[in-house]
């Protein structure tokens, strides 16, 4: 650790926001970078804790003490070392995960606890500017070939593994450009496709192999891919959406959060929407969903200038801070206001939505709803509502987004012509252990086999499975597990 006394002597502070009324009129990122010397003192706060926990609340088992030290006391190419040896893709977490490691800091026990996911991105983009990042292919190659089956977080490090000890991996994505969820789920204001893009460059350099517009099972045929490939790594994530089937649901304006937001993302990226527009301008927007997805909405209609945008969840409001229910060091629960919060909108917990309401000619014009009230059990967990009489009223909104989160994977086409089982959820059953489902070549990784999850999480699978696959092909690995990590 690099300063004993540095958690007593500074505060956390995060990196400044360009003001909410002029960054909704752009879809950049809108985060200033902490100054050096800043980011020395919150590198300083990370204390010697002996046991560290913020490395078990990580998936990815992140040397999170390490690289703060080496922060501290600037040596970039160190740190970069370390982050690298565990995450391929900090520019991706250091963006957009939640960070549970900063749930389990020990500092956070009764104190703000250390910005790591902020040290984190800084960490990588210096390391980048710097020149520290270069492609850097295989020496040897194995003769093996892994075919990798979605390219979002969990795709992209499998192939990033699999690729490293020298196996030819070729990447399928049905979308028309790689990225999955980081392309067309995550909108630019959050992730802009410029980091994708560079990350994608990089792997192309190191000989990893990206076929768009490739669904396969459709235009990609399953009989080939069987017989081209040594191995198949199966990581499409969730894509079936929950759905809300209550009268009105065909009403024009009632549209899935996901289309909403891939339609903006190939807008900002000058493609093309092969599909009918949806665009909030000028609408009463009504978001139902209270994770990130209905946040990111939230940012999006505003950008496109939305009338009005109110988000609501049947759940009721979560707590503010950590109680009996939630102890440290687990991932609590806790209100989430986000960025886009920040730019305007109305929210409301225990709504439950009763039905929508068209007008003559089929158009969404308003959203039948009323209060609830939880019962509570003894853990705190709500589970069976009733309706608060008295409380029943219409909502005007010309568009809804449904943002409830997702089912499971696809399972028309590729799935179903496989003919990989299934579990009880809808999810490709797979081996937590080996990652293989109950065809011997054909593997598992991300939101495909544990079902919707964090980005942390797919990129954790995926370098997982990566590891297990190498291990099928060769009968044993290089590759280090996230619970055995040497770096340079």
Not at 30 to 59: H, I, K
Not at 67 to 82: C, H, P, R, S, T
Not at 374 to 402: S, Y
């Amino acid at each position: 650790m690099g300063k004993v006394t540095g958690f007593q002597e500074y505060d956390r502070v995060a990196p400044t926001r360009e003001e909410a009324a002029t960054r909704v009129k752009h879809y950049g990122e809108f985060l200033n970078e902490l100054p050096a010397q800043e980011l020395n003192n919150q590198a300083a706060r990370c204390m010697d804790c002996g046991v560290p926990f913020c490395q078990s609340g990580c998936p990815l088992g992140n040397v999170i003490p390490e690289f703060n030290d080496a922060v501290y006391q600037g040596k970039w190419e160190l740190a970069a070392n370390i982050l690298l040896s565990t995450n391929n893709f900090p520019e991706f977490t250091g963006r957009i995960c939640p960070a549970p490691c900063e749930s389990a800091c020990v500092l956070g026990i009764n104190r703000p606890p250390v910005s790591i996911e902020e040290i984190e991105k800084h960490i990588i983009e210096i390391a980048f500017e710097k020149g520290f990042i270069k492609a850097k292919a295989p020496l040897i190659r194995t003769g093996k070939k892994v075919a990798v089956i979605g390219s979002g977080p969990a795709g992209l490090a499998a192939a990033a593994q699999l690729n490293k000890v020298g196996h030819e991996v070729t990447v399928f994505e049905r979308d028309d450009a790689p990225g999955g969820l980081l392309r067309y789920g995550i909108p630019d204001f959050k992730l802009q496709k410029n980091v994708v893009d560079r990350r994608i460059d990089l792997m192309k350099e190191e000989g990893i192999i990206f076929r768009c517009n490739a669904n396969v099972g459709e235009n990609v045929e399953i009989g080939t891919l069987l017989r081209d490939f040594n191995a198949v790594v199966l990581a499409g994530g969730s894509t079936i959406p929950r759905d809300l089937p209550i009268p009105g649901r065909s009403a024009k304006g009632v549209h899935f959060a996901m289309d909403f937001l891939k339609q903006q993302n190939k807008r900002v990226a000058n493609r093309a929407v092969e599909v009918e527009d949806i665009m909030a301008t000028g609408k009463n927007v009504i978001v139902i969903g209270g994770g990130d997805t209905g946040s990111d909405c939230i940012g999006t209609s505003n950008r496109h200038g939305a009338k009005s945008v109110t988000q609501f969840e049947i759940m009721p409001m979560p707590p503010q801070a950590r109680n009996e229910h939630m102890p440290w060091p687990n991932y609590p629960m806790l209100l989430k206001n986000t960025s886009s919060h920040e730019e305007g909108a109305q929210r409301a917990w225990s709504v439950n939505t009763k039905n929508f309401i068209a007008d003559e000619n089929g158009n969404l014009k308003a959203l039948k709803v009323v209060d609830v009230e939880w019962e509570i059990d003894a853990n705190g967990r709500p589970v069976t509502f009733k309706e608060v009489a008295g409380t029943e009223r219409d909502l005007p909104c010309e568009l809804v987004l449904l943002a409830m989160g997702f089912l499971h994977p696809q399972k028309e086409g590729l799935i179903e012509k496989l003919g990989v089982e299934l579990d009880n959820r809808g999810n490709v059953k797979a081996s937590e252990h080996t990652y293989q489902t109950n065809i011997a070549k054909i593997f598992a990784a991300g939101d495909v086999r544990r079902g919707q999850s964090l980005v942390v999480w797919a990129i954790s699978e995926g370098r997982e499975a990566a590891r297990k696959v190498d291990e099928y092909l060769m009968g044993t690995t290089k590759l280090a597990s996230k619970d055995a990590v040497a770096y340079a």
